[in-house]
């Protein structure tokens, strides 16, 4: 089936390790998004992606990194610079076809505990 | 910051009509107003969106004001299924990100 999968569904690291959460979607969606949300809250922008090799800075993107190298892929690096990484991590994806309107996508997400 | 404002917490009788109000008093021309709904620790689930029209499919009903400065999305018979936290986010075109508010928590209560 098409869709979004994002892995691992929960991920412990130890304080000070950097660590990479995967998206993948098999949707052919230009553009991919990570966002971060905490309990009781609304979801961040972290980073987002129109097109391969390109990335922009959400409103969060400090401590954190991506890549776009394919285009079914937007992997999301939390570097030990992020001071409160412990949140649920969600990643979507969109199309800007003919219909310019079409919504995003979202995977189950991540939920990462530092310990 | 979130472009849109809805009522924190709202609860509905099992089986009765779920209307959850949204003001998106800035929205510009161009721009759709978009309906997620996210059960605990799950993505969130697109609902529905519309422009300026109203808008059904087979969950739920949008309803936008003529002025389009405020919107209504209503389940027509709610289910213990539906309790979940909706999100109502307005934008253009385009591949541009969503903006999340917190969201109306809806409790349907049997």
């Known amino acids: 089936d098409g869709g979004i999968t994002q892995s691992p569904k929960y991920l412990f690291r130890k304080e000070g390790q950097n660590v990479t959460l995967s998206c993948e979607q098999n949707l052919n969606h230009d553009a991919m998004y990570w966002y971060r949300q905490d309990p009781g809250q609304g979801l961040r922008l972290i980073y987002y992606?129109?097109?391969?090799?390109?990335?922009q800075k959400g409103d969060i993107a400090e401590g954190y990194s991506v890549s776009r190298e394919k285009k079914e892929s937007f992997p999301l690096t939390v570097t030990s610079a992020q001071k409160n990484p412990t949140a649920f991590y969600l990643c979507?994806?969109?199309?800007?076809?003919?219909?310019?309107?079409?919504?995003?996508?979202f995977g189950d997400g991540t939920r990462l505990s530092i310990l | 910051d979130a472009k849109t404002t809805q009522p924190t917490s709202m609860d509905c009788a099992e089986g009765r009509a779920a209307n959850l109000p949204c003001n998106h008093s800035t929205i510009s021309g161009n721009e759709y107003v978009y309906w997620y709904r996210q059960i605990h620790s799950q993505g969130p689930q697109y609902i529905i969106h519309?422009?300026?029209n109203n808008e059904t499919n087979e969950m739920a009903s949008l309803i936008i004001t003529e002025d389009r400065k405020s919107s209504t999305l209503i389940l027509p018979h709610a289910t213990l299924r539906d309790t979940a936290v909706y999100y109502c986010?307005?934008?253009?075109?385009?591949?541009?990100?969503?903006?999340f508010g917190k969201g109306t928590r809806l409790s349907v209560i049997a």
């Open positions: 519309g422009l300026k």
């Open positions: 979507a994806s969109s199309i800007d076809g003919p219909a310019k309107n079409q919504p995003q996508h």
């Open positions: 986010t307005q934008k253009n075109s385009g591949n541009t990100p969503l903006v």
């Open positions: 992606s129109q097109i391969v090799n390109d990335f």
